[in-house]
Every structure is written in structure tokens, then in C-alpha cells.
């Protein structure tokens, strides 16, 4: 199994598809890679030799970050915005949708489970 930024690669996906289980790298920066370091399409990444595993690492460590240099950016850029007090930071700190969405109904994921109101009756027709 290939290791790659302290994570397992699954070995029978194309080297393309389990490079995006590391965080940060999506399709297009996943191809890119392939491309750059001429790895063929069809590669499974158990197919891939210690030359090549090699290759993809030191492209990940040069250009990109990934994993947990990545996460510990992005928890302190929203920390920043927290401390700030700007609008942005206050909705984070709210567990509140950042960036306009509604929340008359819907943004459950953002808000939690719905929590019924004691003494509240419907209303009726």
C-alpha cells in the first residue's frame, strides 16, 4: 500500500483518483500532477515503482500543501477572521452559513438538529 503525506493510497484506483484522498488535491491538481511527471492514465497506483512513488512525493513537497500544513492554514486563517470581529468571523463563531446562504429553513448541517420550542402550537387554518 502506498503512503504518501501520512496517508494510505488504495491500491487497485487509477494513481490519478487516489491522489485525491489527500486533502487539498482535487481532479484537476491530481491530473496535473500525472501529467507532469509522465505517469499514463490507465496506472493503478500497486503498479507504480519506488522511482515513480518517489517522484509524486517530492512534487507534493515542492509545489503544493497538502494534509495537515494545509488544515493547520486554513483552521488559523478562520481563527484570524474569529479574532478579528469582522462579519465573517462572527458567523463562524456562530456556527452560523458564511457566505449568505439562508437560514429561515435549511443550512441543518451548518446550524445542527432542529430543536422543537416548548408551548409552541401550530398554527391552524
Not at 13 to 31: F, S
Not at 74 to 89: A, E, F, P, Q, S
Request: with cysteine; proline share 3%; net charge positive.
Amino acid at each position: 500500500m502506498a503512503r504518501i503525506a501520512g496517508v494510505n493510497l488504495p491500491d487497485k484506483k487509477r494513481v490519478e483518483i487516489a491522489l485525491r484522498y489527500l486533502y487539498g488535491i482535487g481532479p484537476t491538481l491530481a491530473r496535473r500532477i500525472c501529467i507532469n511527471l509522465g505517469i499514463p492514465e490507465s496506472r493503478r497506483v500497486f503498479e507504480l515503482t519506488e522511482e515513480e512513488m518517489l517522484k509524486i512525493r517530492e512534487a507534493l513537497d515542492k509545489g503544493f500543501q497538502v494534509e495537515g500544513d494545509l488544515r493547520r492554514v486554513v483552521t488559523m486563517n478562520i481563527k484570524r477572521l474569529m479574532d478579528l470581529g469582522c462579519y465573517r468571523g462572527l458567523r463562524h463563531r456562530k456556527r452560523l452559513p458564511v457566505r449568505g446562504q439562508r437560514t429561515h429553513t435549511n443550512a441543518r448541517t451548518r446550524k445542527g438538529r432542529a430543536v422543537a420550542i416548548a408551548g409552541k402550537k401550530k398554527a391552524t387554518k
